[in-house]
Nanobody
Framework: QVQFVESGGGLVQAGGSLRLSCVAS????????MAWYRQAPGKEREWVAT???????NSALSVKDRFTISRGNAKNTVYLQMNSLKPEDTAVYFC?????????WGQGTQVTVSS
C-alpha cells in the first residue's frame, strides 16, 4: 500500500511559479516511477510528467518548456516545478506512483492561476 501527502498548490498570478510536492509512504520500496496528472473542470484527467528511479523524465508537450519534474534523494518524493503559469494550467494536480503490482493515486492539490 502506498499513500501520499500532496502540497504546494494554491493561487498564483499568471506568469508566476509554484512547486508541488508529493511524499509517498507505505510500501515505497516497490515504486518504479512517479508522475503528475491534472484535471481541469469539465475536462478529462491528463498526464503531465513522469520520472523513473534513475531520474529519466518526460513531460507533456503542453508543459514541456515550463514544468520540471524531479525526485527527492529518498525516491519517495516527487516535485513539479511550474514556471510561467497560465490560466489554462488551473486544475487539480494528482500524484501517481507506479509499482509492479498497482499504481496509486494521491488525493490531489488545487492549482489556480489568475489572469
Amino acid at each position: 500500500q502506498v499513500q501520499f501527502v500532496e502540497s504546494g498548490g494554491g493561487l498564483v498570478q499568471a506568469g508566476g511559479s509554484l512547486r508541488l510536492s508529493c511524499v509517498a509512504s507505505g510500501s515505497t520500496f516497490s515504486i518504479n516511477a512517479m508522475a503528475w496528472y491534472r484535471q481541469a473542470p469539465g475536462k478529462e484527467r491528463e498526464w503531465v510528467a513522469t520520472i523513473n528511479n534513475d531520474g529519466l523524465s518526460n513531460s507533456a508537450l503542453s508543459v514541456k518548456d515550463r514544468f520540471t519534474i524531479s525526485r527527492g534523494n529518498a525516491k519517495n518524493t516527487v516535485y513539479l516545478q511550474m514556471n510561467s503559469l497560465k490560466p489554462e494550467d488551473t486544475a487539480v494536480y494528482f500524484c501517481r506512483a507506479y509499482t509492479d503490482l498497482y499504481d496509486y493515486w494521491g488525493q490531489g492539490t488545487q492549482v489556480t492561476v489568475s489572469s
